[in-house]
């Protein structure tokens, strides 16, 4: 968790919204990333679903089912399945989102019959660090 | 629609599941595409991500608010995500996806507090092609 809040520091600096994301297999970090939506013009360039495309590119597979992410904040609807779809063993996420987040909130996806392969979820790792870079930027931006 | 629906038959003789979609603005269509996932090796690959990406590469502009978005089906919940990230103004689908869609099931994302901009939705836009294609497919594949 500490290189996702490291890439979501990097992402502040960039002036991105500060969100990071680690992918790990077998305890290496295969692909990390901050938030680029800004930088890319690209509402889809979220931290996890650019480490889901690099991984899938490292690894040239689709399905990274012994992938563990580690994520800042909970992710979105959007990311949420992108996650489901990579078949992700485990998700790891810092700060719960409840404006935003469509695991514990709002579209709730791994508990819906639409999802088809849920995550083992954990929440609330460096949940203060987390929270703490994303309101350090919103208040920087005030 | 119909350059969705051709964008879809080309999906199906790429060997990928056929959902084709088109970005339409003000009456030009500024992006197409077919699913790639399996092409890409990226679950992120679906036919209305990429419509997107391209788009706001195109246009340079990471929201599309004047833009229409023509779907054979209904969009997953990532997808549905997607479209609302990128501002997207009217979303006219085919086929419903009672197994996977997010938009009139599961996730149901447009009608979530945590949705912050919803499209205004048309549903059963050429039900019978679209459909058509989807079911061809994957009777082809068994």
Redesign the interface.
């Known amino acids: 968790m500490d290189l996702a809040l490291a890439e979501a520091r990097a992402a502040a600096e960039r002036g991105e919204v500060p969100v990071g994301a680690v992918l790990v297999i077998d305890g290496e970090a295969v692909a990390r990333a901050g938030n680029r939506?800004?930088e890319l013009?690209?509402?889809?360039a979220h931290a996890e679903?650019l480490v889901?495309?690099q991984a899938?590119?490292t690894l040239?597979?689709?399905?990274l089912s012994e992938a563990d992410l580690y994520v800042t904040l909970e992710p979105?609807?959007?990311?949420?399945?992108?996650i489901s779809?990579?078949r992700i063993r485990r998700l790891y996420y810092g700060a719960e989102d409840?404006?935003?987040?469509?695991v514990a909130?709002?579209?709730?996806?791994y508990a819906?019959?639409?999802?088809?392969h849920a995550p083992e979820v954990y929440s609330g790792l460096a949940e203060t660090d987390a929270s703490e870079i994303l309101r350090g930027f919103f208040r920087a931006r005030r």
Chains 1, 2 share one sequence.
Do not use: L, Y
């Not at 013009?41 to 889809?44: A, E, F, G, R, Y």
């Not at 040239?60 to 399905?63: H, N, V, W």
């Not at 819906?112 to 088809?116: A, G, L, M, S, Y």
């Open positions: 939506t800004r013009s690209d509402v889809t679903i889901i495309r899938a590119e040239g597979a689709e399905r979105c609807t959007m990311c949420a399945g992108a779809f990579a409840p404006k935003g987040g469509g909130h709002g579209a709730r996806f819906q019959p639409t999802c088809h």
